[in-house]
């Protein structure tokens, strides 16, 4: 679910968090659990046996419509949302 919006009328774009809400309906409850993404995890010295992390505090949704593999990168860090901590609020 992509929260960022591009303005057709200025062509600018208006970043926003990213946050997954999951509902779930048991019988009579209903269960609704927001999921935020924090900061990126993503070890880039990996490849020499280091670590390193670039800094990318929070995830923010590239342009792109919902479900593609746009809508899941990093506007930030353009890493992938999995490389991003997650948080999950009950």
Known sequence: MPTSRLDKSSGEQEMRKHEVVVRSTTSSLTVRTVVRYGECQKNHAASIGGYAVDGCRE?????????????????????HRNFHRRIVDD
């Open 59 to 79: 995830f923010m949704a590239s342009s792109g419509e919902e479900g593609s593999t746009a809508a899941l990168t990093c506007a930030a860090c353009g890493c």
